[in-house]
């Protein structure tokens, strides 16, 4: 255990204060997480076929939209343009926070990623309102994805775990997550802010080269590979000492879903034994800490990857929002 929260306390601070590892997030979480399953005694071969297995869905969508993106580049950015200056830039970016965050549960996170990271590329966008834009979409993105058993792993894994149908995430979380995609809209539309006039096409997103394209697949499938060995690593620490706390703890212990992969926290510590508050508090929290930092969630990885958006930056503004939202949830949950 002792190993284990040392690991923990590395992944939270070095990525923000060294470097090296800042720029090498990938390598620096893949060799964490097999620290990390190494030292928990969770290191097999069923492990680590489902580490080489896992990322392959993700890698290879991230490889395709990067080839559609190259081949399709400027039609894309044209219609992207041509939307936003006829509803003006930022209703457009407003509307597609909304967008993105509920056609997520349908067309999946991964798929609604690639969407926000090719309307970034093209919109006449500031640095700051560039990396706002992105996490704000990325928390609607992460919030919507779980109202359906297809939009993301966890959403997947808790109706399977519930034995329940098509429609039970959004009856137990749509009325909390259709509100507060539509709130980070509007925040979105007042906290983003465009240039004077667009890009000319392709100045901002000049096309990437093959080898561009292939090692950020890549870097992707580390990634991912590294966070299936660390949320199956950490396994042991969640039954010793999340499992079984009362649900306001545990919806504040959920944070750890920032840097932990929140499907395999999901898959630890719902039961159908559990009403539905329990179960509701418990996912509230994972998904809503899921959008605070870069490894909470692949929309996050996906969009920082492609967009070369650093720990510190997305920290710097992600979590006062996953902090206040978490607040606000709290009260709502657990007060009122």
């Known amino acids: 255990m002792v190993g284990l929260f040392i690991i923990l306390i590395l992944v939270l601070v070095l990525p923000f204060s060294v470097k090296k590892v800042e720029h090498n997030l990938e390598a620096f979480l893949f060799i964490m997480g097999i620290a990390a399953a190494t030292v928990s005694g969770m290191m097999n071969m069923h492990l680590i076929e489902k580490a080489l297995v896992d990322p392959i869905q993700i890698t290879l969508a991230v490889l395709i939209a990067g080839l559609i993106t190259k081949w399709a580049q400027v039609p894309l950015e044209k219609a992207i343009l041509a939307t936003s200056k006829a509803l003006t830039p930022r209703i457009f970016l407003g509307l597609m926070v909304i967008i993105l965050g509920l056609a997520s549960s349908i067309i999946t996170a991964i798929i609604a990623a690639i969407i926000l990271v090719i309307i970034v590329n093209v919109l006449p966008l500031e640095r700051q309102s560039e990396i706002r834009f992105t996490i704000l979409a990325c928390f609607s993105i992460g919030l919507g994805a779980a109202l359906s058993p297809i939009g993301e792993p966890l959403s997947t894994i808790v109706v399977s775990k519930m034995s329940e149908d098509f429609g039970y995430l959004f009856s137990l979380i749509g009325p909390e997550v259709v509100p507060s995609v ?3 809209g509007i925040i979105s539309v007042f906290f ?7 890009n000319t096409l392709g100045a901002k997103n000049p096309s990437e080269s093959y080898k561009d394209i292939i090692i950020r697949a890549a870097k992707i499938y580390l990634f991912v590979m590294g966070l299936t060995f660390l949320g ?9 000492y999340i499992l079984g706390l009362a649900p306001g703890l545990l919806y504040w212990i959920n944070m750890l879903s920032a840097v932990l992969d929140n499907a395999t926290l999901a898959a630890a ?3 159908p ?3 539905d508050e329990t179960i509701r ?3 509230l929290g994972l998904l809503i800490a899921g959008g605070m930092l870069i490894p909470g969630n692949i929309p996050n990885i996906i969009a920082a990857g492609k967009l070369n958006i650093t720990s510190k930056e997305w920290a710097v503004f992600g979590l006062p929002v996953g902090l206040i939202l978490m607040a606000i949830f709290f009260v709502i949950l657990f007060i009122f």
């Open 232 to 240: 199956h690593g950490f396994e042991p620490l969640i039954e010793a």
């Open 182 to 184: 539509i709130i980070l």
């Open 281 to 283: 508090a418990i996912l």
């Open 273 to 275: 034994a559990m009403d």
């Open 192 to 198: 983003v802010k465009t240039t004077e006039s667009p």
């Open 269 to 271: 510590e719902v039961s």
